[in-house]
């Protein structure tokens, strides 16, 4: 903070103006909730250079679109527009802001105090933008610095708004939705580490209180402060995204995410945001001509960001691919690959994957063919935060097999849909379970009458695991283990998907756990844990095996990897 006469005068005219800030910029969150995302930058902008609170909101609306676009021009401009919020918050900082100093920390005033939580927000947002934008070793140090810096930041702003001495002025709800999204943020991610690293992590002074982080931020969002939205978009993704990766599949999780939605449903009817929540929900539950209407009513909602359309393509896309329309779930593939910058390597595999799905004789739109796409997927690879996404690795990887002069056809849209746990979706639907097993048969007789090649035994237990998983849904539990099994019966065979024996390891697991089997899911968990490495999507089979093994309450420290 710089000193002098002026440095006070405009502290202190911030000081009398800080509510009317959070007012204005409430009502650009308003308009930017109701799909006026023209409108409610134009809102900010006026005063992004002169109040801390119009810097970050304008900021965070950019950089959540170019996190969207992924364009290397949007997330530039949006780092320099966060860097340049950040200078912003600085001025009204305490020039010396050791928060952890009693003293220090009871004699700032109220500007200084939402000073640091906006300052620690975009320290945290640049962090973000410097992973996604560069990927030399120095960037990720930088990167690294910043969030530690916002943490700890956040950290004494807690303790010191829990005290008995802290200044609460009359926008203290913000600043306590601030700390509460920061310090909630924090706890819920670290939360999801597997536990060495973790104790790791809590040792650089980081905390990882997955409980303690979700109370926290549904009290944010659940509150009236700027934060709120924040809060609940995170818990949403938490809900109905993440815990799919990391193993779970949605039980109560999807009752907490309709009982957050429901006030902004009721505010926001609208709301492109919140269509597309609501549409996750329903296919969640496996309604899933509910979730495609809701998605489609997200994409007529507004026309101003495209980029909230890729998101429902997406979900569009495996709903189709669950109802076996593969011309319809193509037909989003092609808008995805044409329209969006995210993946096109994941986007172009898809849309040859259902075009495999179609009768030989039968057209392809726009003349494509399946094995033309699947041989240029390949070129479309490209890296995020230095490294390739393990999903486009592992599409890539699959696509190889199409070199060959006559591949085999394989059902790759079911095996993609695996990947993304798409068979918790269909459980509740017997008549979709029913269709992937009938697919499945099909394939299966089909490679029978095949000639053998390379990828032959490594093709039949691609089949042999999703079978399994049908049967699974079906309740035919022996028959389902027997597939299971005739997996690891070939695993000395297998030559390339050396993800099949971990993953049926889990499978097999989670079915014995359903039947009480306890320690025999414990030892197979184990065995998939320590025996496989260096796999395909690996990561997501770990964190799969850590969420079984905190299910049971096992020992999920034990030789505990780190490479994650």
């Not at 931020?217 to 949403?236: C, E, I, K, Y």
């Not at 699947?374 to 393990?390: C, D, E, L, Y």
């Not at 049908?470 to 019966?489: H, I, T």
Request: one cysteine or more; charged letters at 25%.
């Amino acid at each position: 903070m710089s000193n002098g006469k002026d440095a006070n005068a405009a502290q202190n005219s911030s000081q009398m103006t800080l509510k009317e800030c959070l007012d204005e910029c409430m009502e650009a969150l308003d308009l930017f909730l109701n799909n006026h995302f023209s409108e409610s930058l134009e809102r900010l902008r006026p005063r992004v250079n002169e109040s801390m609170y119009h810097a970050l909101i304008y900021a965070t609306v950019l950089e959540m679109q170019a996190m969207m676009t992924f364009q290397h021009d949007d997330i530039t401009n949006a780092g320099i527009t966060m860097k340049s919020a950040q200078e912003v918050c600085q001025r009204f900082r305490r020039k010396s802001s050791a928060l952890a100093n009693k003293s220090v920390g009871d004699s700032l005033n109220e500007v200084q105090l939402h000073a640091e939580v906006c300052y620690a927000e975009c320290q945290l947002q640049r962090a973000a933008l410097t992973f996604l934008q560069d990927e030399n070793m120095v960037s990720f140090i930088k990167g690294g610095i910043k969030v530690r810096n916002s943490y700890l930041i956040y950290k004494e702003l807690h303790a010191l708004i829990k005290s008995h001495n802290c200044l609460k002025g009359a926008s203290h709800v913000h600043l306590e939705g601030g700390v509460s999204f920061g310090i909630g943020a924090f706890n819920l991610t670290l939360s999801l580490f597997p536990p060495r690293i973790l104790k790791v992590l809590e040792f650089a002074g980081f905390s990882g209180d997955k409980d303690y982080g979700l109370s926290l931020l549904h009290d944010g969002a659940t509150g009236v402060n700027l934060r709120s939205m924040l809060s609940a978009m995170l818990l949403l993704c938490y809900y109905t995204f993440l815990t799919f990766i990391l193993g779970r599949t949605g039980e109560g999780e999807v009752e907490e995410a309709e009982r957050l939605l429901k006030p902004f449903r009721l505010r926001y009817p609208r709301g492109a945001i919140f269509l597309f929540f609501a549409g996750r929900t329903e296919e969640i539950k496996g309604n899933i001509d509910e979730a495609v209407a809701l998605f489609e009513d997200g994409c007529k909602a507004q026309q101003a960001w495209k980029q909230f359309h890729h998101m429902c393509y997406w979900e569009l896309m495996w709903c189709f691919t669950y109802k076996r329309a593969w011309k319809m779930a193509y037909f989003y593939a092609d808008l995805l690959s044409q329209e969006s910058r995210w993946s096109k390597a994941m986007y172009v595999y898809m849309k040859a994957a259902y075009l495999s799905m179609l009768p030989d004789d039968e057209d392809r739109p726009f003349g494509e063919n399946e094995v033309q796409l699947f041989r240029q997927v390949p070129t479309f690879k490209q890296k995020i935060a230095g490294k390739s996404p393990p999903t486009e690795k592992f599409a890539i990887r699959k696509a190889r097999r199409y070199k060959a002069a006559c591949p085999h056809k394989l059902p790759v849209p079911v095996l993609m849909m695996y990947m993304w746990n798409g068979f918790s979706m269909i459980s509740k639907r017997p008549e979709l379970t029913e269709g992937m097993l009938h697919t499945l048969v099909e394939a299966e007789s089909t490679l029978v009458e095949s000639l053998e090649n390379e990828f032959s035994v490594d093709d039949r237990c691609v089949i042999h695991l999703l079978k399994g998983l049908c049967l699974k849904n079906q309740g035919l539990l022996q028959a389902a283990e027997e597939s299971f099994r005739k997996v690891f019966s070939s695993e000395k065979k297998i030559r390339y998907d050396h993800y099949l024996v971990p993953n049926t390891l889990v499978e097999l697991s989670l079915l014995y756990i359903d039947q009480g089997r306890r320690e025999e899911a414990i030892r197979l968990l184990h065995k998939a844990k320590h025996n496989y490495k260096e796999y395909s999507m690996e990561s997501r089979t770990q964190f799969r095996i850590h969420a079984a093994l905190a299910k049971l309450k096992a020992n999920t420290s034990e030789e505990e990897d780190t490479h994650l």
